[in-house]
C-alpha cells in the first residue's frame, strides 16, 4: 500500500454514503490520507475536516463526481503534505485520540 499512496496525489474518501441514511462520517480513509500528507475529496460530513484546506467536498448526492474540479482543486492547493500531517498532530494522533478514551473511561 504504501507504493500506492507514494504516486497518489489525491485521495477519494467515502461518497454516496447518503444511500445508506449515513450524513456524518469518521472514517479511517480519510485519517489516513491526512496522516500521509495527501488532499482529498469526500461527500458526507467528518467534523474533523470540514474546514480544512486541503480537503474537497463533494456533493452528498448521487451526480457523477467532476473529475475536473477535482483537477482545478488540486492544482490550485497550496497545502503542503507536511502541513497537512500536521493539521491532525495534536487532534487525531493515537496519543489524543487514547487520552479522550482515559478521560471518557474515568470521568
Not at 16 to 25: L, Y
Not at 101 to 107: D, S
Amino acid at each position: 500500500m504504501d507504493a500506492v499512496f507514494e504516486q497518489s496525489d489525491m485521495g477519494i474518501g467515502s461518497l454516496a454514503r447518503h444511500r445508506s441514511g449515513i450524513d456524518k462520517i469518521k472514517t479511517l480513509k480519510n485519517r489516513e490520507y491526512a496522516a500521509r500528507g495527501i488532499p482529498f475529496v469526500y461527500s458526507e460530513t467528518d467534523d474533523d475536516f470540514e474546514h480544512q484546506p486541503y480537503i474537497l467536498k463533494a456533493a452528498p448526492d448521487d451526480s457523477p463526481l467532476d473529475i475536473e474540479k477535482v483537477i482545478r482543486f488540486y492544482q490550485s492547493l497550496k497545502t503542503t503534505p507536511l502541513q497537512i500531517r500536521m493539521s491532525i498532530e495534536q487532534s487525531l494522533s493515537w496519543k489524543a485520540q487514547m487520552q479522550i478514551v482515559i478521560n471518557e473511561t474515568f470521568e
